[in-house]
């Protein structure tokens, strides 16, 4: 199957520095990534939305400045937290999908998460 | 608006049991159907899914589904439970005029040796 890549898998930073993680499609072009948040125990919250070359679109109540996304190719998408805080340590996952936006049909493939922790 | 639910935050069998873990949808269309497995601080694996024909749906590591429309469910089953099919099951539906997918909370399953 597909294969999404995260990258680190795991980071601790100090309060107010800024932390950037990778998410690659292996094997497959995604035209479309997504950014999860899942805090212990509960189920994924979607953040936002990528579309190759085009700009980010946030779910409301995200701040799209402190939750910067690039998806810069159709391998690679990157969240950076910007100034991180205490409460924005969380299991963040990414997930990629071949087709376009509206095309239901095609599988979301998760990356293996990566744990933040803010000091 | 589509939404899922995921009735029961926690399912228990004993190895070699027939397992069954419940789900029920709401979408305004048609839905696409999607059942994914979370092991502990890991990303989620895709399972199986339903977008359209034969209402049983048959994925990975012996699992299967079946989609019910007058019941708008799409239960997952596996005839024989394994212990290392212990972990967090999630649902999730997309209905065909949205562009993401909506997870239920997710159903604990554990299984005893």
């Known amino acids: 199957g597909a294969v999404v890549s995260q990258h680190p898998s795991w980071v601790i930073c100090k309060s107010g520095t800024s932390v950037k993680i990778e998410c690659r499609s292996l094997d497959f072009q995604a035209t479309t990534m997504f950014w999860y948040r899942q805090f212990p125990k509960q189920s994924l919250m979607l953040m936002a939305t990528s579309n190759e070359g085009s700009k980010a679109t946030y779910e409301q109540g995200v701040e799209k400045d402190k939750f910067l996304i690039n998806h810069a190719s159709l391998t690679l998408s990157t969240l950076t937290v910007t100034s991180a805080h205490p409460e924005d340590s969380s299991f963040y996952i990414c997930?990629?999908?071949?087709?376009?936006?509206?095309?239901?049909?095609?599988?979301?493939?998760f990356g293996p998460g990566t744990r933040l922790t803010v000091l | 608006a589509q939404s899922v639910a995921q009735p029961e935050d926690q399912v228990n069998v004993a190895e070699g049991n027939p397992l069954t873990v419940k789900c029920t949808y709401s979408?305004?269309?048609?839905?696409?159907l999607f059942w994914y497995v979370q092991y502990p601080n890991r990303g989620l694996q895709f399972l199986l899914k339903?977008?359209?024909?034969?209402?049983l749906v048959k994925g990975s590591y012996g699992f299967e589904a079946e989609f019910n429309k007058s019941q708008t469910s799409f239960h997952l089953k596996k005839p024989s439970a394994l212990v290392s099919d212990s972990a967090l099951y999630f649902c999730?539906?997309?209905?065909?005029?949205?562009?993401?997918?909506?997870f239920g909370k997710g159903t604990m399953l554990l299984v005893s040796p």
């Open positions: 339903y977008i359209t024909g034969d209402n």
């Open positions: 997930s990629a999908r071949e087709g376009g936006a509206g095309v239901g049909t095609d599988t979301q493939y």
């Open positions: 979408v305004s269309g048609n839905p696409y």
């Open positions: 999730a539906v997309r209905d065909r005029g949205y562009s993401t997918l909506t």
